[in-house]
């Protein structure tokens, strides 16, 4: 068999600038994270509220590995469903003020998994241009028709639903959105779907852990409860552990348990990573300080960078600064690493075309001086390749 397609695929991608690559990191992460042998400066994890690390999760992993062992053995219908995922799920449940939850391996399989059973060939599917990319591989694969709307435009997305005859309608939507960091217009959304009989899935990402007041996501940021059929979310981000959620009615939650193949035909959780995600949620909601420091931090970093001309437009613990091409845009990355400074630089197809950035993330655990490190270093990459002030935006 030729596979010369590989090598020939592999350097065309090196010729536009995004060959990818692995970078090894050695210990955990933290404020502070050693990459390929060099310590710096992190501010590219998702770990908002520095929780991954935090003693008290730790603890709970190696207590719920020591009773019940590392994995589930099982998927949750034979004999993979343990007390510890009842417990994290009435948590969650909880947590999103919804009457029940259903967790999933993985907010990609969540997503797959609730677009796909919740779809079929009579269904349209509303899908804000702007989602991710486990959104738009759900959509793929729902055998339904699809369509994007203009980012956050709710009258677009109404005149879509107005337009659309399908007997079943599900509009979609990040909470937070994970390349821009700009928070979904949540009460139009919800207006619109209401008007024209939709479902509205939003997925909490970005959300969980990190909005206001009191981390539990956009819903209740907005005080919508009771109104979006479904809520997803992650533990892998502000949570710190690994799996995903969806909050729901008690209705929708049975159906998904019948219907939903990437949670029937999956090994369940690992027990051990439910009980730590348990010990997260509990710090969640003990430890408010966790969340108001991510909040001062966040502010902290717009602050040092309007006081050098650059204004950072979104309202979340992501903060995009865009940059344009690709070759550019790594070219700043390394040149902020060289710095003691670690940014990952985004490109397509994760984001559109010309819109290379580099994606910024603020936690818990940063120190004011590593913000103002990071924000003064930043000035000075940027001033290098000729970026000026009104290039940091919302891409």
């Known amino acids: 068999m030729d596979l010369s397609f590989l090598t020939e695929e592999l350097e065309a991608l090196k010729g536009k600038g995004r060959y990818r690559s692995l970078r090894r990191v050695?210990?955990?992460?933290?404020?502070?994270?050693?990459?390929?042998?060099?310590?710096?400066?992190?501010?590219?994890?998702?770990?908002?509220?520095?929780?991954?690390?935090?003693p008290a999760v730790v603890?709970?992993?190696?207590?719920?590995?020591?009773?019940?062992?590392?994995?589930?053995?099982?998927?949750?219908?034979?004999?993979?469903?343990?007390?510890?995922?009842a417990e994290l799920e009435d948590a969650v449940a909880k947590l999103k003020g919804t009457e029940a939850?259903?967790?999933?391996?993985?907010?990609?399989?969540a997503n797959l998994g609730i677009l796909s059973t919740l779809a079929g060939p009579d269904a349209t599917i509303f899908s804000d241009e702007l989602n991710h990319a486990s959104i738009v591989d759900g959509c793929r694969l729902a055998r339904a028709r699809v369509e994007v709307y203009r980012h956050g435009d709710?009258?677009?997305?109404?005149?879509?639903?107005?337009?659309?005859?399908?007997?079943?309608?599900?509009?979609?939507?990040?909470?937070?959105?994970?390349?821009?960091?700009?928070?979904?217009?949540?009460?139009g959304l919800v207006e619109a779907k209401d008007r024209h009989g939709a479902i509205l899935v939003v997925d909490d990402a970005h959300a969980t852990g990190v909005l206001p007041p009191h981390g539990r996501g956009t819903v209740d940021y907005f005080d919508l409860h009771g109104r979006v059929e479904i809520q997803m979310g992650t533990f892998s981000k502000a949570l710190g552990t690994y799996g995903a959620y969806i909050g729901a009615s008690r209705a929708m939650v049975d159906y998904f348990i019948n219907k939903c193949r990437p949670f029937i035909f999956n090994t369940g959780?690992?027990?051990?990573?439910?009980?730590?995600?348990?010990?997260?949620?509990?710090?969640?909601?003990?430890?408010?300080?966790?969340?108001?420091?991510?909040?001062?931090?966040?502010?902290?970093?717009?602050?040092?960078?309007?006081?050098?001309?650059?204004?950072?437009?979104?309202?979340?613990?992501?903060?995009?600064?865009?940059?344009?091409?690709?070759?550019?845009?790594?070219?700043?990355?390394?040149?902020?690493?060289?710095?003691?400074?670690?940014?990952h630089g985004i490109r397509?197809?994760?984001?559109?075309?010309?819109?290379g950035r580099l994606r910024l993330t603020l936690?818990?655990?940063?120190?004011?001086?590593?913000?103002?490190?990071?924000?003064?270093?930043i000035d000075e990459a940027l001033k290098e390749q000729g970026i000026g002030p009104d290039r940091i935006a919302q891409a």
């Open 26 to 54: 050695s210990g955990p992460q933290d404020a502070e994270i050693v990459i390929e042998g060099a310590r710096r400066l992190n501010f590219s994890s998702n770990n908002y509220l520095g929780l991954a690390n935090h």
């Open 59 to 85: 603890a709970a992993l190696e207590e719920h590995a020591r009773r019940y062992g590392v994995g589930s053995g099982a998927s949750r219908l034979i004999c993979g469903h343990m007390d510890v995922h």
């Open 101 to 109: 939850a259903l967790t999933f391996s993985a907010g990609y399989m």
């Open 154 to 187: 709710v009258s677009h997305l109404e005149d879509l639903l107005r337009q659309s005859s399908a007997a079943r309608k599900i509009v979609v939507t990040d909470g937070v959105f994970s390349m821009d960091g700009d928070i979904a217009p949540l009460p």
């Open 269 to 343: 959780l690992p027990p051990a990573l439910a009980g730590a995600t348990l010990a997260a949620l509990g710090l969640l909601a003990k430890e408010p300080a966790l969340l108001s420091s991510l909040w001062r931090n966040q502010a902290a970093f717009r602050e040092d960078m309007a006081k050098r001309g650059r204004k950072a437009s979104s309202p979340t613990a992501i903060v995009p600064i865009l940059v344009g091409g690709d070759r550019e845009t790594m070219e700043v990355s390394k040149a902020l690493f060289d710095r003691g400074v670690f940014v």
């Open 348 to 355: 397509p197809p994760t984001v559109p075309e010309g819109t």
């Open 363 to 377: 936690m818990a655990t940063h120190t004011r001086e590593m913000i103002g490190t990071a924000a003064a270093r």
